[in-house]
Protein backbone atom coordinates (compact mmCIF):
# COMPACT_ATOMS: atom_id res chain seq x y z
CA UNK A 1 0.00 0.00 0.00
CA UNK A 2 1.57 3.66 -0.85
CA UNK A 3 2.42 6.00 1.74
CA UNK A 4 -0.79 8.44 0.35
CA UNK A 5 -2.96 5.85 0.55
CA UNK A 6 -2.68 4.65 3.97
CA UNK A 7 -2.81 8.44 5.36
CA UNK A 8 -5.79 8.47 3.34
CA UNK A 9 -7.29 5.71 5.10
CA UNK A 10 -6.29 6.59 8.84
CA UNK A 11 -7.24 9.98 8.71
CA UNK A 12 -10.37 8.15 7.33
CA UNK A 13 -11.01 11.17 4.15
CA UNK A 14 -14.21 10.65 3.03
CA UNK A 15 -14.58 13.60 0.49
CA UNK A 16 -11.05 13.83 -1.14
CA UNK A 17 -9.90 11.83 -3.55
CA UNK A 18 -6.88 9.10 -3.27
CA UNK A 19 -3.43 10.68 -4.63
CA UNK A 20 -2.79 7.68 -6.25
CA UNK A 21 -5.69 8.28 -8.25
CA UNK A 22 -5.17 12.05 -10.02
CA UNK A 23 -2.74 12.85 -12.55
CA UNK A 24 0.34 13.79 -11.83
CA UNK A 25 -0.43 17.76 -11.57
CA UNK A 26 1.66 21.18 -10.87
CA UNK A 27 -0.63 23.05 -9.18
CA UNK A 28 0.95 26.64 -8.16
CA UNK A 29 3.45 27.25 -9.93
CA UNK A 30 3.91 30.58 -11.77
CA UNK A 31 4.96 29.15 -15.11
CA UNK A 32 1.68 27.12 -14.97
CA UNK A 33 -0.02 23.99 -15.04
CA UNK A 34 1.11 20.78 -16.62
CA UNK A 35 -0.09 17.65 -16.36
CA UNK A 36 1.14 13.67 -17.04
CA UNK A 37 -1.25 10.95 -16.97
CA UNK A 38 0.12 7.92 -15.57
CA UNK A 39 1.10 5.42 -17.79
CA UNK A 40 0.22 2.63 -15.45
CA UNK A 41 -3.10 3.42 -15.33
CA UNK A 42 -5.39 1.06 -17.53
CA UNK A 43 -9.35 1.43 -18.28
CA UNK A 44 -11.34 -1.19 -17.04
CA UNK A 45 -15.04 -2.41 -17.22
CA UNK A 46 -17.67 -1.79 -14.38
CA UNK A 47 -20.69 -4.08 -14.10
CA UNK A 48 -24.16 -2.66 -13.83
CA UNK A 49 -23.81 -1.09 -10.28
CA UNK A 50 -27.49 -2.03 -9.65
CA UNK A 51 -25.84 -5.04 -9.26
CA UNK A 52 -22.42 -5.03 -8.55
CA UNK A 53 -23.17 -5.71 -4.77
CA UNK A 54 -26.38 -8.01 -4.78
CA UNK A 55 -24.43 -10.50 -2.79
CA UNK A 56 -22.00 -8.16 -1.09
CA UNK A 57 -24.55 -7.26 1.69
CA UNK A 58 -24.37 -8.72 5.16
CA UNK A 59 -27.13 -11.17 6.04
CA UNK A 60 -28.79 -8.46 8.54
CA UNK A 61 -29.16 -6.13 6.05
CA UNK A 62 -29.69 -8.51 2.77
CA UNK A 63 -33.76 -9.49 3.58
CA UNK A 64 -34.76 -5.70 3.79
CA UNK A 65 -32.80 -4.79 0.82
CA UNK A 66 -34.76 -7.57 -1.20
CA UNK A 67 -37.94 -6.44 0.27
CA UNK A 68 -36.65 -2.71 -0.39
CA UNK A 69 -35.58 -3.45 -4.32
CA UNK A 70 -39.12 -5.22 -4.64
CA UNK A 71 -41.29 -2.02 -3.76
CA UNK A 72 -38.96 0.34 -5.86
CA UNK A 73 -39.51 -1.98 -8.93
CA UNK A 74 -43.54 -3.22 -8.00
CA UNK A 75 -44.89 -0.43 -6.03
CA UNK A 76 -47.31 2.09 -7.97
CA UNK A 77 -46.82 4.72 -5.28
CA UNK A 78 -43.74 6.97 -6.61
CA UNK A 79 -43.24 8.53 -2.87
CA UNK A 80 -43.00 4.66 -1.78
CA UNK A 81 -40.67 3.88 -4.41
CA UNK A 82 -38.66 6.84 -3.64
CA UNK A 83 -38.31 6.35 0.16
CA UNK A 84 -37.62 2.59 -1.12
CA UNK A 85 -34.79 4.07 -3.03
CA UNK A 86 -33.56 6.01 0.24
CA UNK A 87 -33.49 3.78 2.48
CA UNK A 88 -31.65 1.38 0.17
CA UNK A 89 -28.79 3.85 -0.48
CA UNK A 90 -28.56 4.04 3.38
CA UNK A 91 -28.26 0.74 3.62
CA UNK A 92 -25.32 0.44 1.41
CA UNK A 93 -24.05 3.34 2.93
CA UNK A 94 -23.53 2.09 6.33
CA UNK A 95 -21.67 -1.29 4.46
CA UNK A 96 -19.24 1.10 2.52
CA UNK A 97 -20.76 -0.07 -1.09
CA UNK A 98 -20.73 3.52 -1.88
CA UNK A 99 -21.25 3.11 -5.71
CA UNK A 100 -24.30 1.03 -4.60
CA UNK A 101 -25.09 3.84 -2.54
CA UNK A 102 -24.99 6.67 -4.90
CA UNK A 103 -26.81 4.70 -7.52
CA UNK A 104 -30.08 4.53 -5.63
CA UNK A 105 -30.18 8.07 -4.40
CA UNK A 106 -30.27 8.62 -8.47
CA UNK A 107 -33.14 6.30 -8.86
CA UNK A 108 -34.84 8.13 -6.24
CA UNK A 109 -34.32 11.63 -8.32
CA UNK A 110 -35.44 9.80 -11.81
CA UNK A 111 -38.61 9.71 -9.31
CA UNK A 112 -38.80 13.05 -8.38
CA UNK A 113 -36.38 15.48 -10.79
CA UNK A 114 -37.86 18.08 -9.41
CA UNK A 115 -36.49 17.62 -5.76
CA UNK A 116 -32.99 19.58 -5.44
CA UNK A 117 -32.35 18.62 -2.40
CA UNK A 118 -32.74 15.18 -3.62
CA UNK A 119 -30.35 16.32 -6.97
CA UNK A 120 -27.78 17.56 -4.16
CA UNK A 121 -27.92 14.18 -1.85
CA UNK A 122 -27.66 12.17 -4.87
CA UNK A 123 -24.27 14.59 -6.26
CA UNK A 124 -23.04 13.90 -2.84
CA UNK A 125 -23.00 10.62 -2.53
CA UNK A 126 -21.34 10.35 -6.23
CA UNK A 127 -18.59 12.28 -5.12
CA UNK A 128 -18.07 10.43 -2.26
CA UNK A 129 -18.22 6.58 -4.53
CA UNK A 130 -15.70 8.66 -6.97
CA UNK A 131 -13.70 9.74 -4.35
CA UNK A 132 -12.61 5.69 -3.47
CA UNK A 133 -13.22 4.44 -7.00
CA UNK A 134 -9.75 2.65 -7.83
CA UNK A 135 -9.88 1.83 -11.40
CA UNK A 136 -10.14 4.35 -14.37
CA UNK A 137 -12.90 3.79 -15.47
CA UNK A 138 -15.46 4.05 -12.35
CA UNK A 139 -13.54 7.27 -11.55
CA UNK A 140 -14.73 8.40 -14.95
CA UNK A 141 -18.10 7.37 -14.47
CA UNK A 142 -18.53 8.58 -11.09
CA UNK A 143 -17.44 11.52 -11.81
CA UNK A 144 -19.64 12.02 -14.93
CA UNK A 145 -22.57 11.39 -12.53
CA UNK A 146 -21.45 13.92 -9.67
CA UNK A 147 -20.90 16.76 -12.39
CA UNK A 148 -24.65 15.59 -13.37
CA UNK A 149 -26.21 16.50 -10.24
CA UNK A 150 -24.36 19.11 -8.33
CA UNK A 151 -24.19 21.19 -11.32
CA UNK A 152 -28.20 21.09 -11.80
CA UNK A 153 -27.93 22.78 -8.13
CA UNK A 154 -24.85 25.06 -9.15
CA UNK A 155 -27.26 26.24 -11.99
CA UNK A 156 -29.65 27.32 -8.98
CA UNK A 157 -26.88 28.89 -6.74
CA UNK A 158 -23.43 29.74 -7.81
CA UNK A 159 -22.76 30.37 -4.12
CA UNK A 160 -22.47 27.17 -2.99
CA UNK A 161 -18.29 26.76 -3.43
CA UNK A 162 -19.03 23.86 -1.15
CA UNK A 163 -20.32 21.89 -4.26
CA UNK A 164 -17.94 24.19 -6.57
CA UNK A 165 -14.82 22.19 -5.07
CA UNK A 166 -16.50 18.87 -5.17
CA UNK A 167 -17.36 19.52 -9.29
CA UNK A 168 -13.17 20.66 -9.96
CA UNK A 169 -11.66 18.12 -8.20
CA UNK A 170 -13.81 15.48 -10.39
CA UNK A 171 -12.00 17.33 -13.43
CA UNK A 172 -8.41 16.95 -11.67
CA UNK A 173 -8.85 13.36 -12.13
CA UNK A 174 -9.61 13.95 -15.68
CA UNK A 175 -8.08 14.57 -19.23
CA UNK A 176 -8.48 18.01 -18.84
CA UNK A 177 -6.89 18.32 -15.26
CA UNK A 178 -6.33 22.84 -16.08
CA UNK A 179 -10.36 23.23 -16.01
CA UNK A 180 -10.25 21.76 -12.64
CA UNK A 181 -7.35 23.85 -11.28
CA UNK A 182 -8.83 26.58 -12.64
CA UNK A 183 -12.33 26.16 -10.47
CA UNK A 184 -10.31 25.66 -7.56
CA UNK A 185 -8.68 29.35 -8.22
CA UNK A 186 -11.79 30.84 -8.36
CA UNK A 187 -13.15 29.37 -5.32
CA UNK A 188 -10.13 31.02 -3.66
CA UNK A 189 -10.23 34.19 -4.82
CA UNK A 190 -13.78 34.33 -4.18
CA UNK A 191 -12.65 33.34 -0.59
CA UNK A 192 -9.73 32.88 0.38
CA UNK A 193 -10.72 31.25 3.64
CA UNK A 194 -12.23 28.22 1.56
CA UNK A 195 -11.80 25.25 3.76
CA UNK A 196 -12.10 22.57 1.28
CA UNK A 197 -10.46 25.04 -1.59
CA UNK A 198 -7.66 25.24 0.72
CA UNK A 199 -7.74 21.51 1.41
CA UNK A 200 -7.49 20.15 -1.73
CA UNK A 201 -5.01 22.77 -3.39
CA UNK A 202 -2.52 21.51 -0.29
CA UNK A 203 -3.61 17.96 -1.68
CA UNK A 204 -3.06 18.85 -5.33
CA UNK A 205 0.59 20.16 -4.55
CA UNK A 206 1.77 17.05 -1.90
CA UNK A 207 0.63 15.40 -5.08
CA UNK A 208 2.28 16.90 -7.64
CA UNK A 209 5.29 17.06 -5.28
CA UNK A 210 5.21 20.70 -4.35
CA UNK A 211 5.80 20.09 -0.76
CA UNK A 212 6.69 23.63 0.29
CA UNK A 213 3.84 24.94 -1.79
CA UNK A 214 1.83 22.15 0.00
CA UNK A 215 2.60 23.25 2.98
CA UNK A 216 1.84 26.74 2.28
CA UNK A 217 -2.02 25.82 1.59
CA UNK A 218 -2.26 23.96 4.60
CA UNK A 219 -0.52 26.82 6.71
CA UNK A 220 -3.10 29.03 5.12
CA UNK A 221 -6.08 26.23 6.36
CA UNK A 222 -5.06 25.66 10.23
CA UNK A 223 -4.89 29.54 10.45
CA UNK A 224 -8.28 30.02 9.50
CA UNK A 225 -9.66 26.41 10.15
CA UNK A 226 -7.51 25.31 12.94
CA UNK A 227 -9.73 22.39 14.19
CA UNK A 228 -8.84 20.51 10.61
CA UNK A 229 -7.12 17.40 11.98
CA UNK A 230 -6.17 16.25 8.50
CA UNK A 231 -5.14 19.55 7.52
CA UNK A 232 -2.76 19.62 10.27
CA UNK A 233 -1.45 16.40 9.67
CA UNK A 234 -0.73 16.61 6.18
CA UNK A 235 1.06 20.17 7.14
CA UNK A 236 2.84 17.89 9.22
CA UNK A 237 3.64 15.05 6.48
CA UNK A 238 5.01 18.66 3.88
CA UNK A 239 6.79 19.65 6.37
CA UNK A 240 8.58 16.35 6.68
CA UNK A 241 8.93 15.78 3.17
CA UNK A 242 10.62 19.35 2.53
CA UNK A 243 13.33 18.22 4.80
CA UNK A 244 11.81 20.97 7.69
CA UNK A 245 12.74 18.61 10.61
CA UNK A 246 12.01 21.20 13.24
CA UNK A 247 8.76 21.98 11.97
CA UNK A 248 7.54 18.97 10.92
CA UNK A 249 8.45 17.51 14.60
CA UNK A 250 6.83 20.16 16.35
CA UNK A 251 3.86 20.12 14.24
CA UNK A 252 3.41 16.35 14.49
CA UNK A 253 3.84 17.00 18.17
CA UNK A 254 0.80 19.65 17.75
CA UNK A 255 -1.31 16.73 15.95
CA UNK A 256 -1.06 14.36 19.02
CA UNK A 257 -2.54 16.62 21.20
CA UNK A 258 -5.41 17.41 19.10
CA UNK A 259 -6.61 13.53 18.77
CA UNK A 260 -6.62 10.33 20.89
CA UNK A 261 -8.06 8.32 17.78
CA UNK A 262 -4.95 5.27 17.79
CA UNK A 263 -4.77 5.35 14.35
CA UNK A 264 -3.96 8.65 13.58
CA UNK A 265 -1.15 8.15 16.66
CA UNK A 266 0.43 5.19 15.20
CA UNK A 267 0.80 7.23 11.79
CA UNK A 268 2.37 10.37 13.03
CA UNK A 269 4.40 8.31 15.76
CA UNK A 270 5.69 6.27 12.17
CA UNK A 271 6.83 9.74 11.29
CA UNK A 272 8.35 10.78 14.63
CA UNK A 273 10.48 7.50 14.73
CA UNK A 274 11.72 8.88 11.45
CA UNK A 275 12.31 12.05 12.19
Given at each position: ?????????????????????????????????????????MPS????????????????????????????????????????????????????????????????????????????????????????????????????????????????????????????????????????????????????????????????????????RAA????????????????????????????????????????????????????????????
Amino acid sequence: MKKSQLILIVLGVVAVIGLYALPKVVVDNEAGTTAVEDPNAMPSSTPDVSELHENGLSSDNRSQADQLKSTLTSSEESTERIEAAKTLASIYQTEGMLDSAAYFLGEAVELNPSDLGLIEEAGKAYYEAFSFALDKTKVENMAEKTRIYLNQVLEKDSSRLDLKTKVAMTYVSSANPMQGITMMREILEADPQNEDGLFNMGILSMQSGQYKRAAERFEELVKYHPDNIQGQFYLAVSYFESKEKNKAKAQFEEVKKMTQDPMILESVQSYLDRL
